[in-house]
């Protein structure tokens, strides 16, 4: 299993939000192009970067900074947040994106996603689902569709989207543990790779997630900001056999 040390900006900040919402927002003091060179160092294989402004506001603010981190972190980079456009992704692959999540756009406007598959390749273009309970979110969690996630992953396989980012909005930020019961049935369900974010807050969740057969790997963000788990630590016991 793959650990995602996350990193949100806004504004130029590094930031993270409690449930999504602006208002509850935590800003860090932390060195934008130096973050990804830091966890590299603790060991990160990825790294995983949103751009809070392009996914509240529609207007990728942070893409010379995310072309900072690319250059000093010398790892792959997954990039995401308000990915409403074909030009928005090549915006993000431009800079050094390894990789792009999109999450609207593949509600709204599906014949985007596919051309964008084609462009790029399915091992290079993702969606993320982000679930209220059970409901599908969008423009940045401020509006809650009535689409089920697990009919949402349906489309999005027979569209030939390969990996998917799972985010429970109400364990985001808060710290609380991950929405394991959610993640488990997603797996049971696809045959895409999950990638699970939002709630780890402590060694013993990354373990716990380590334990869902199939699932490809974790974002973690507030919770190595806290200390509340190393990254060192994470990725060993993402690494470790299951069953131990």
């Known amino acids: 299993m793959i650990v995602f040390p996350a990193i949100d900006l806004y504004d130029g900040e590094v930031v993270r939000l409690r449930q999504g919402k602006l208002t509850e927002k935590t800003v860090y003091p932390e060195t934008v192009p130096g973050f990804g060179e830091r966890r590299v160092g603790d060991g990160a294989k990825w790294l995983h970067a949103v751009d809070l402004n392009a996914a509240f506001e529609g207007e990728q603010r942070n893409l010379h900074i995310i072309k900072q981190i690319v250059a000093a972190a010398r790892v792959p980079i997954q990039c995401g947040g308000g990915v409403r456009s074909l030009e928005a992704a090549d915006a993000l692959f431009q800079v050094g994106g390894a990789s792009v999540i999109i ?26 689902i982000d679930a209220r309970d059970g409901l599908v979110a969008v423009r940045g969690w401020a509006e809650v569709t009535r689409i089920k996630a697990l009919d949402l992953v349906s489309q999005l396989e027979r569209m030939g989207v390969r990996t998917v980012v799972f985010t429970d909005i109400a364990t985001d930020g808060a710290l609380e543990g991950p929405n394991v019961p959610a993640l488990n049935a997603l797996l049971q369900y696809t045959r895409c790779s999950v990638i699970a974010s939002g709630g ?21 963000g507030k919770a190595l900001f806290d200390g509340k788990v190393s990254l060192r630590e994470a990725i060993s016991l993402a690494s470790a056999d299951a069953g131990q």
């Open 103 to 128: 999450g609207t756009l593949a509600i709204e406007q599906p014949e985007v996603v596919e051309e964008l598959l084609g462009k790029y390749s399915t091992e290079r273009i993702g969606v993320g």
């Open 200 to 220: 780890v807050a402590s060694p013993s969740d990354v373990t716990a997630l380590r334990q869902l057969a199939g699932l490809h790997g974790v974002i973690i």
